[in-house]
């Protein structure tokens, strides 16, 4: 499965170019403006996202901030803020890494590919007899497996690392859907297709509902 990116950059020549030229070993999607980036985030899963500071309507450290408070996916800033200051503050607002405008795209390709390798690294989340590949969307529990949707994954991989903790459903949704609005009972139809694929698979973990409360994980 190719890896997804999202491009944030409003130059009508740069953006489509950075588009087209990742494309051909990445899945890529387009953002001219931070609205734009923030309602596709709302939906998706991006590996990476590549990301302009001057943007039309606000800056991108902004949405680094804002990303941060449920995400750990990579961002790569291009930005002409060349200056160090400039480059330490991106850096301190949760940016991963920083590339100044103009650059090489032989260069662009190789801190994608490294910022790619940290993260696939840390993709698979063990917990009893279950296992998560964030990566390839994969649930698997002895010797059956069974797919994710990126919604699910997502979910299971929360829960997985923080087990026994409970969850309402405003913690959930804010992980899923960052800035988004999402429908009034989407959290519970995905907790519902979460525990019929774990059942589904021979898993002996459980994901409980605490009345009033929300949701937690037990082996």
């Not at 032989?106 to 698979?124: F, K, Q």
Request: glycine share 6%; proline share 4%.
């Amino acid at each position: 499965m190719l890896a997804q990116i999202l491009v944030v950059e409003d130059d009508p020549h740069l953006g489509p170019l950075l588009k087209e030229y990742l494309s051909a070993d990445y899945q890529v999607h387009h953002a001219a403006t931070l609205k734009d980036a923030q309602a596709w985030l709302g939906t998706h899963s991006a590996q990476l996202i590549l990301l302009d500071l001057n943007l039309p309507d606000g800056d991108g450290l902004d949405l680094v901030q804002a990303l941060r408070q449920y995400s750990s996916t990579p961002v790569l800033v291009l930005s002409a803020r060349s200056n160090v200051q400039e480059r330490v503050a991106g850096l301190n607002a949760g940016a991963d890494d920083y590339l100044t405008k103009p650059f090489a795209m032989p260069e662009l390709d190789a801190r994608i590919s490294a910022l790619l390798r940290r993260t696939a690294a840390g993709t698979g989340v063990n917990l009893g007899n279950t296992s998560l590949s964030t990566s390839s969307l994969t649930l698997t529990a002895g010797e059956q497996s069974t797919a994710l949707t990126e919604h699910e994954a997502r979910i299971l991989e929360l829960m997985m690392r923080t087990p026994d903790r409970v969850f309402s459903r405003a913690d959930i949704e804010s992980h899923l859907y960052g800035w988004e609005t999402p429908n009034s009972n989407s959290v519970e139809v995905r907790i519902s297709q979460l525990r019929k694929k774990l059942e589904q698979v021979g898993s002996d973990l459980r994901v409980r509902t605490i009345r009033n409360v929300g949701y937690v994980l037990q082996s």
